[in-house]
């Protein structure tokens, strides 16, 4: 059994948060540990809203490589992303679950011209 997997096919949306929910409990999260996490749950119909994981330790924020909260209408369901737990990030009591693939894009900005 591979103890990295989270395959999440329950999700707790609120009117703040989604808050995806591991198959298993997710007991121990490692300081830079590498996880395997894969939706099995329509999250897209949910926009707008941050994401979180439900672990013992708490609900987890989940965040693209760069530092930006990631938002639901952001992720693919039976995609497998590749996640790190870093927990000394003083901005987040419990640690942060950061997404390091490429990620759907919230919002589009346009480049400003040279002139």
Do not use: H, W
Not at 36 to 43: E, F, T
Not at 68 to 88: C, P
């Amino acid at each position: 059994m591979d103890n990295n997997l989270m395959i999440c096919s329950n999700v707790t949306v609120s009117d703040n948060e989604v808050i995806l929910v591991p198959n298993r409990e997710v007991k121990n999260v490692i300081n830079t540990g590498t996880y395997r996490l894969v939706i099995a749950s329509n999250v897209a119909a949910s926009a707008n809203l941050p994401v979180y994981i439900q672990t013992a330790i708490g609900n987890i924020p989940l965040i693209c490589k760069y530092g930006n909260t990631i938002y639901a209408n952001q992720l693919r369901t039976r995609y497998n992303y590749i996640v790190g737990y870093g927990n000394e990030n003083e901005n987040y009591e419990n640690g942060q679950f950061v997404i390091f693939n490429k990620i759907c894009p919230r919002s589009t900005i346009s480049p400003t011209e040279s002139i």
